[in-house]
């Protein structure tokens, strides 16, 4: 099964900034929702932020403010860019599939490995 791929993580200071990459070429075509997702140890894993195929974006109260969430339509990956870091931030970050226009955060089909982000104080 095809699996999008994550890259970008990495450790820094609180207020810093990182930015995610998530190779989603594998569905360039249709009407996929794109989004993001992190889970720390022994917590449930939550949704950060979310792109449908038009363009729409939703993002977790949480990060508002702070993540933005892209795609490169020419190569089709997705980016996270995440400013202004805080140590609640710190998660293993997945990237994930939803086959078709996603409402919630529910129903993502395809994950990534995912990649650790960690943040200090």
């Known amino acids: 099964q095809a699996q999008p791929a994550e890259s970008g993580g990495g450790s820094v200071q609180a207020g810093g900034s990182l930015r995610l990459s998530c190779d989603a070429s594998r569905w360039s075509y249709g009407g996929y929702c794109l989004g993001w997702f992190r889970q720390d140890a022994g917590k449930e894993r939550e949704g950060v932020a979310r792109?449908?195929?038009?363009?729409?974006?939703t993002y977790a109260d949480s990060v508002k403010g702070r993540f933005t969430i892209s795609k490169d339509n020419a190569k089709n990956f997705l980016h996270l860019q995440m400013n202004n870091l805080k140590p609640e931030d710190t998660a293993m970050y997945y990237c994930a599939v939803h086959g078709g226009y996603c409402t919630s955060f529910y129903g993502f089909t395809s994950w990534g490995q995912g990649t650790q982000v960690t943040v200090s104080s």
């Open positions: 792109m449908n195929s038009d363009g729409s974006t």
